[in-house]
C-alpha cells in the first residue's frame, strides 16, 4: 500500500509530519511506502535528522506551493497545481497511491475529495465524521460534522448507511446502533429535516435503526452512529472540542475526557468517496500524523470503500 502525506499541511509543518512519519515506521510496516509532498528542500534534511531518508519505504515527490488556510479551495486548487495537496489528489486520482492525508485546508481536501476522485456512484452526497467518546470507553461516530450544513432527508439515510459501515469495519461494533440527533426520543419529534428523515432510517434494511437521539445521550451508549445535517453536528464537535480545552487549562486530570484529544485519532475520513481520503486538524503533532497514517492502513486493509461501493450498488 502507498499512502501519500501532505507534510506541508498544518501549522506546524513539515516538522510534525515528518515526526509522524519516524513514529509510524517505529514498527515494522513492511508492506507500507509513504509518499511525502512537500518542499523537497525542506523535507530532506528533516528526515536525515530524524533518521529517515528516501529508501524503499519513503519517498519525496516535490511540491513549491502550499495552499493555505485562509486560501479560497477551489480557486487555489485551480490555481496553485504545484501545491502538496493539488499532486496529492493528482497521485491519488492516477492510481499511483492508495490514500491521502493532509491536516492543510481543509476546504481545499473537501474539493479535491469531490472533483477528482469523486463521490462513489450512487452516493449524493459524502459526508466527513467526527469521534464522540462514550463514557463506556468505545467511541461513537457523528456524521455529518460541516460538509454538508443543508441536508434533505436522503443524504441523512445515506449517512447512516456509510457511518454505519465505518463503525462496523474501521471502529470494530459487529452491528453498529444507529441514533438520529433529535430534540425529542419520540417518532415524530424534530423539524421538518428530521421528521421526513425518520421514516427512511426506520425503512432501511442496511442499518440497525434504533430511534431518536437527544444532545445529552451522545456521550453515553445510546447508539454507535449518530445522524445530523453538517450544521448541527459541526455546533455539536466544537462544543466537545471546548470541553476538552476547558479540562486541560484546568488541568483537570480524568481518562475520560482525555480521550477528547484529537491527536489519539489524528484525523477523520471523507466517507462516500472512491479513495481512502484522511483530513487532520491544522494543529495536528506528530501523534496526529501517525494515527492518520493507520487509519488509512486500516480502511485499505478493510476494503472499506470497496464494501461502500457493494452497498450502493445494491
Not at 515526526?19 to 509518499?35: A, C, E, R, Y
Not at 453498529?176 to 432501511?204: D, F, H, I, S
Amino acid at each position: 500500500m502507498d499512502i501519500a502525506i501532505d507534510v506541508m499541511g498544518g501549522d506546524f509543518a513539515p516538522l510534525e509530519a515528518i515526526k509522524g512519519v519516524q513514529l509510524f515506521l517505529q514498527s515494522p510496516q513492511p508492506d507500507i511506502h509513504l509518499t511525502l509532498i512537500g518542499k523537497k528542500a525542506l523535507i530532506t534534511p528533516l528526515l536525515e535528522s530524524y533518521g529517515l531518508s528516501e529508501n524503499s519505504q519513503i519517498s519525496v515527490v516535490n511540491a513549491e506551493q502550499v495552499i493555505e488556510m485562509h486560501e479560497h479551495p477551489t480557486k487555489a486548487l485551480k490555481e496553485k497545481t504545484d501545491s502538496s495537496i493539488s499532486i496529492g489528489f493528482y497521485l491519488l486520482s492516477a492510481g499511483k497511491t492508495d490514500a491521502f492525508i493532509s491536516a492543510g485546508n481543509t476546504g481545499a481536501m473537501m474539493v479535491g475529495a469531490m472533483f477528482t476522485i469523486k463521490p462513489i456512484d450512487g452516493v449524493l452526497r459524502p459526508t466527513i465524521g467526527a469521534y464522540m467518546p462514550k463514557q463506556t470507553g468505545e467511541l461513537a461516530l457523528l456524521a455529518d460534522v460541516g460538509l454538508n450544513a443543508d441536508c434533505k432527508p436522503e443524504n441523512l439515510n445515506q449517512f447512516a448507511v456509510l457511518g454505519s459501515l465505518f463503525s462496523k469495519h474501521i471502529l470494530n461494533k459487529e452491528n453498529p446502533r444507529v441514533a438520529l440527533v433529535n430534540l425529542g426520543e419520540e417518532e415524530g419529534k424534530g423539524n421538518l429535516l428530521t421528521q421526513a428523515t425518520y421514516p427512511l432510517l426506520k425503512e432501511n434494511p442496511q442499518i440497525h435503526f434504533v430511534g431518536n437521539a437527544e444532545g445529552r445521550d451522545l456521550l453515553k451508549d445510546k447508539a454507535d452512529v449518530y445522524i445530523c445535517d453538517g450544521f448541527t453536528g459541526n455546533v455539536m464537535l466544537k462544543f466537545a472540542e471546548s470541553i476538552y480545552d476547558i479540562v486541560t487549562e484546568r488541568k483537570i486530570q480524568d481518562a475520560h475526557f482525555e480521550r477528547f484529544n484529537f491527536e489519539i485519532y489524528g484525523g477523520v475520513p471523507v466517507l462516500g468517496v472512491n479513495k481512502p481520503v484522511i483530513i487532520g486538524h491544522g494543529i495536528s503533532h506528530a501523534r496526529a500524523f501517525d494515527n492518520m497514517i493507520r487509519m488509512a492502513k486500516k480502511m485499505f486493509d478493510e476494503k472499506l470503500i470497496e464494501r461502500m461501493r457493494s452497498s450502493f450498488a445494491s
